[in-house]
C-alpha cells in the first residue's frame, strides 16, 4: 500500500504542476500578438495537457481509486473527493480553452487567466489540509 502511496502522491504532484502552469501559458498567450509566438503556444499547451497534465490527471484518480479500495473514508475523504472534482472540472475547462486557442477563437484577457492561475492554488491548500489533519466534521 505504501508503493500506492507514493505513486499517488507522485502523480498528484506532476498533475498540478500542469495545473500551475497551463494557465500561465494562457497569460502569455493572450499577450502574444505574433503569429509565431501564438504557434508556439498551441504547442507548448497541448503537450503540457496531452502529455503530462491528462497521463498525470489518470495515475492520480486510479492510484486514489485504488488508496480508496483500502478503506479510507470518512466525511474528511468525502470533501476532499468534491475538491478533487473540483480539479477534474477545472482539468476539462483548461482543455476547452486550449482548443479556443487552438482555433484563433480566444476572448478573454491575461488578467483574467492571471485569475485562473490562482484558483487551483486554494484547493490545493484545502486537500492538503484535509488529508493531513483529517478534521472531524
Known sequence: ??????????????????????????????????????????????K???????PSAIATLGSGAWLLSYGFWGNWMIAKLCLVLLVLVFHIWCGLIINQFKRNQNQRSHVFYRVMNEAPVLVLVAIVILVVVKPIF
Do not use: C
Not at 502523480?11 to 500542469?18: E, K, P, Y
Open 1 to 46: 500500500m505504501l508503493w500506492i502511496k507514493a505513486f499517488h502522491i507522485i502523480s498528484v504532484i506532476s498533475w498540478f504542476a500542469g495545473i500551475f502552469y497551463l494557465p500561465r501559458l494562457f497569460v502569455y498567450h493572450a499577450l502574444s500578438e505574433d503569429s509565431i509566438s501564438q504557434e508556439r503556444f498551441k504547442i507548448m499547451e497541448r
Open 48 to 54: 503540457l495537457y496531452n502529455g503530462i497534465m491528462t
